[in-house]
Nanobody
Framework: QVQLVESGGGLVQAGGSLRLSCAAS????????MGWFRQAPGKEREFVAA????????SSADSVKGRFTISRDNAKNTVYLQMNSLKPEDTGVYYC????????????WGQGTQVTVSS
């Protein structure tokens, strides 16, 4: 199995920035597509961004295009989500996920990290 641990969440004012990190352990990190998802209170989990094993392919939800950037450092077994120009509607629990192929079919999930954007 793959274990995923998110960090970097917190409270930030609208217009501010946060960088989330997801540290992976267990099976080979470099073989996985990695994704970020989020879930606001009372709402369904939604896709945020994904990156393939090499970092050469990325995708993101329309709601975060131009503001969020996903990246990975395979040497550190870590995937990042840089979040800029944050809006209150970005508030939610952000989850890191590992998938078996591109586009991702996600098999493993982290516990999540809370992001709260105040107005």
């Amino acid at each position: 199995q793959v274990q995923l641990v998110e960090s970097g969440g917190g409270l930030v004012q609208a217009g501010g920035s946060l960088r989330l990190s997801c540290a992976a352990s267990g099976r080979s990190f470099t073989s996985y597509t990695m994704g970020w998802f989020r879930q606001a209170p009372g709402k369904e989990r939604e896709f945020v961004a994904a990156i393939n094993w090499s970092g050469g392919l990325t995708s993101s939800a329309d709601s975060v295009k131009g503001r969020f950037t996903i990246s990975r450092d395979n040497a550190k077994n870590t995937v990042y989500l840089q979040m800029n120009s944050l809006k209150p509607e970005d508030t939610g629990v952000y989850y890191c996920a590992a998938g078996s192929r591109w586009p991702g079919v996600y098999n493993y999930w982290g516990q999540g990290t809370q992001v709260t954007v105040s107005s």
